[in-house]
């Protein structure tokens, strides 16, 4: 059952929901009431996901976590994924992965990913993820304006093609608050952080980042690729009567952390 239109415009909003844990609680809370059972949550138990997953576990701690294990994961990260969903007392981390037959026909010695990194993200995310989207609603993921200049317009309330919703209750939050939030609570850190990587996926796509780029440029460094197929870029809606210079420096402004 798709998300209904007055369903949807009961969703709140870009421009409506604040950057706060209070906000980002309340936000939540509403939806996890609204559409019981119907709520799912997409994570890559990366750089700043425990932020998000601890606020779903202080709301209900049996919301569905799906985890896509594309078999080309650190391995820090699947050792993250086992220690944080302990220390939150996540009770129903779902981990989903390729279909092995698939895998073997199409990948058979591990090179897609050298020469056709889509086609690599199609088999090893995208299609896991579909067999599992109709059997919810909302997707809460914890995508933010400030990690990318392609997520700068990133709305907190996202309709998809299917009639779901893409839920992105931290969309507004900075690089100070996740770190200030991380801090405050005592949540463990992915091991790969104090290496250098504040964006991680999988080991071959995925690089530490250097000083002055944004958290996501050491995701397919070097390709015109920003995102896996999962989510898509969301582009900068410009002001009334915006030159190309005016959407530029608007874009470049959204990506750049607040201090």
């Known amino acids: 059952m798709a998300v209904s239109e007055d369903e949807y415009k009961a969703l709140p909003h870009q421009g409506v929901v604040a950057a706060s844990e209070e906000e980002t609680g309340r936000v939540l809370a509403s939806v996890l009431a609204r559409f019981p059972g119907r709520v799912a949550v997409i994570s890559s ?42 220390h939150l ?22 090179q897609l990913v050298a020469f056709d990194p889509d086609a690599c993200c199609a088999l090893r995310k995208v299609e896991p993820l579909d067999v599992v989207l109709p059997e919810f609603d909302i997707w809460v993921t914890g995508r933010k304006r400030m990690q990318a200049a392609t997520r700068a ?17 931290l969309a507004g939050w900075s690089e100070a608050q996740i770190a200030d939030f991380m801090k405050e609570k005592a949540l463990p850190a992915h ?45 900068v809606t410009p002001p009334p009567g915006a030159d190309k ?12 952390p607040v201090e």
Request: glycine content about 8%; some cysteine.
């Open 45 to 86: 138990f990366g750089a700043e996901s425990a932020v998000l997953l601890a606020q779903i576990a202080a709301q209900d701690k049996a919301v569905p976590v799906f985890f896509l294990d594309t078999g080309r994961h650190f391995p820090e990260t699947l050792a993250y994924r086992d220690e944080l969903s302990q």
């Open 245 to 256: 210079e005016e959407i530029s420096a608007t874009a470049l402004l959204a990506e750049r």
């Open 153 to 169: 317009a990133l709305p907190v309330a996202e309709r998809q093609a299917d009639g779901s919703v893409k839920l992105n209750p």
């Open 89 to 110: 007392g996540l009770e129903d981390v779902r981990t989903l992965q390729p279909a092995r037959k698939e895998v073997e026909y199409r990948d058979p010695e591990g």
């Open 191 to 235: 091991p790969l952080v104090a290496r250098g990587y504040r964006s991680i996926g999988c080991e071959p796509c995925t690089r530490p980042v250097g000083a002055g780029e944004d958290s996501r440029a050491g995701r397919w460094a070097g390709l015109a690729k920003t995102e896996c197929g999962l989510h898509r870029p969301v582009p």
